[in-house]
């Protein structure tokens, strides 16, 4: 059985609603999500990065961290942080990104973590002294928490543009056990259509209804979830 959660859509500035679809100068049309690999371009603690439009994800071994902000503050500040001669570092007080923390409670805090189906394309941040560049940082198209609870996988990919995660349950594991913690935002809410609403400074996050899924391929058969 698989349990899926969708990242619908971010608003950022006020009025200024985006789907996680990348449009805009910098990336014309539809993108998919993709997630590099941490090489050292980012914070030791985090194993997996993704952007889509103004939300920026991190993926460490005890906590995703979701970050919204206006991208032109993080082009500010990633030139300033160039000048400096540093890398930029997971969200702290130097970020004008508004962050939301998302935990697994009662979970595996040592789970592994591992990029799943590479992709062609690679990035390179050649940022202050050459010997600090990071070049061809591998690209995957999903990434992977294994065991997070007995028997249960924690996927992130992305369909149609957004960025999805699934938790996959093993026949015979017990799926009640999922239980997701946030963290940072000023106040949430569901909506009538099942949605999970999260205000935050830079504006909001929602999360869609939850799908479940059982079985594999044709044989698989969509359950009631809440």
Not at 107 to 134: C, K, M, T
Not at 186 to 200: D, Q
């Amino acid at each position: 059985m698989a349990v899926t959660f969708a990242l619908l859509a971010a608003t950022g500035a006020p009025g200024a609603e985006r789907e996680f679809d990348n449009r805009g100068p910098l990336a014309p049309g539809r993108m998919p999500v993709f997630f590099e690999h941490n090489a050292g371009q980012t914070d030791s603690s985090v194993r997996f990065l993704a952007r889509q439009g103004d939300l920026m994800v991190w993926i460490t071994a005890d906590e995703i961290v979701f970050g919204l902000g206006e991208r032109g503050s993080e082009l500010a500040r990633a030139r300033t942080l160039k000048a400096r001669g540093r890398r930029d570092p997971l969200p702290d007080r130097e970020s004008r990104r508004s962050i939301v923390r998302m935990r697994l409670s009662g979970a595996n805090q040592a789970p592994r973590v591992e990029g799943l189906d590479p992709l062609p394309g690679v990035s390179h941040y050649l940022i202050g002294d050459p010997a600090s560049w990071r070049t061809h940082v591998r690209h995957y198209a999903r990434v992977a928490y294994r065991d997070v609870y007995p028997g249960i996988d924690l996927v992130f990919h992305s369909r149609n543009g957004k960025l999805e995660y699934d938790f996959e349950v093993s026949a015979g594991a017990d799926e009640t056990k999922i239980e997701l913690v946030f963290e940072g935002m000023n106040s949430a809410g569901v909506e009538k259509n099942g949605h999970l609403v999260m205000k935050v400074g830079g504006g909001e996050l929602r999360h869609g209804q939850p799908t479940s899924l059982e079985g594999d391929g044709a044989s698989s058969r969509v359950l009631q979830t809440r």
